[in-house]
């Protein structure tokens, strides 16, 4: 088995004292850190969603998978994120209220730094009043970012950028958003300035909305 087929499975079956060194093998044989992420960790989280879904494994395994995964991105950490300057600006990023899932959050994040801004990142469950009072603290910001996993929590999405938009900041800040049920319409009808659908084309847009 390949390095990265080692780690899709150490991701799958949650072998989280195994993965560092999985990882670290990897990076030492001279694997690119990208394929590492993409093709062993997050087709082994997609794997692991199907499963859940036709009952073949449980909410217990799946936090098991996705501390596998964490401990994974730790290692590969400072090879993926090259510039962490801030020179591009503040962004201020969260999962939205109701919603724990944040390794899509955390790679959005890792990238915005990677390509130069400086990331307050509010973890999970983020009520839109705390985006909010981060921004009204941070008022150099340039770009409010906000993930989600679950259609229940979708409309926690709409209700950040409306936080967003009443508080006197419209004009000053971009709304990111993002996540696997989310789409360029939804973007669209809830008003958010840009929706992308992962984590290198979010780092790739930011650039842009602040240039
Ligand atoms: Co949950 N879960 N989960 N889960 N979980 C999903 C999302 C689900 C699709 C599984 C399934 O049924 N197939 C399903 C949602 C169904 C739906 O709403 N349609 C689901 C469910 C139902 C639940 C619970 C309700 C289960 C329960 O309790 N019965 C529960 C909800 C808890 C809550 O949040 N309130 C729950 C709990 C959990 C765990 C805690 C066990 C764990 C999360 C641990 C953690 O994050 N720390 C977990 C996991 C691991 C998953 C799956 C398996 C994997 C998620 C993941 O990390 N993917 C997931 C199935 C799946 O995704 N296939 C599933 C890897 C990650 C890199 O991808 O997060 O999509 P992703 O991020 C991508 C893009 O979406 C995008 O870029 C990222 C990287 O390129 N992106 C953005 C994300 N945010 C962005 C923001 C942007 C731009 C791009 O701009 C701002």
């Known amino acids: 088995m390949s390095k990265i087929a080692d780690i899709a499975a150490a991701v799958e079956g949650g072998k989280v004292k195994l993965i ?8 030492d044989v001279g694997e690119d850190p990208s ?15 199907q ?27 400072p090879h993926l994120a090259k510039e962490s300057l801030g020179k591009m600006g503040k962004i201020i990023i969260g999962t939205v209220a109701g919603d724990l899932h944040d390794i ?6 890792l990238m915005f730094e990677s390509a130069g801004f400086e990331v ?8 839109p009043k705390k985006f909010v009072d981060t921004l009204t603290e941070n008022p150099d910001t340039k ?9 229940t929590t979708m409309k926690s999405l709409k209700d950040t950028v409306d936080a967003v938009h009443a508080s006197g900041f419209k004009d000053k800040v971009s709304v990111m958003i993002g996540g696997a049920p989310v ?23 930011a650039i842009e909305l602040v240039s």
Do not use: C, H, W
Request: no cysteine; net charge negative; hydrophobic share 50%.
């Open 104 to 109: 899509g959050k955390n790679l959005v994040a």
């Open 51 to 77: 499963k859940f879904q036709q009952n073949e494994l449980f909410v217990p395994e799946m936090l098991v998978s996705a501390k596998t995964m964490k401990k994974g991105i730790e290692v590969l950490r």
């Open 20 to 27: 560092e060194a999985l990882v670290q093998e990897a990076l």
């Open 143 to 151: 770009i409010v970012a906000a993930s989600t996993l679950l259609t």
């Open 120 to 127: 307050i990142d509010l973890g999970v469950d983020v009520s």
């Open 183 to 205: 789409t360029q319409e939804y973007a669209d009808e809830i008003g958010a300035t840009a929706y992308t659908p992962d984590a290198g084309s979010a780092a790739a847009k």
């Open 35 to 49: 394929a590492i992420l993409d093709e062993g960790m997050v087709a082994a989280m997609g794997v692991v969603g």
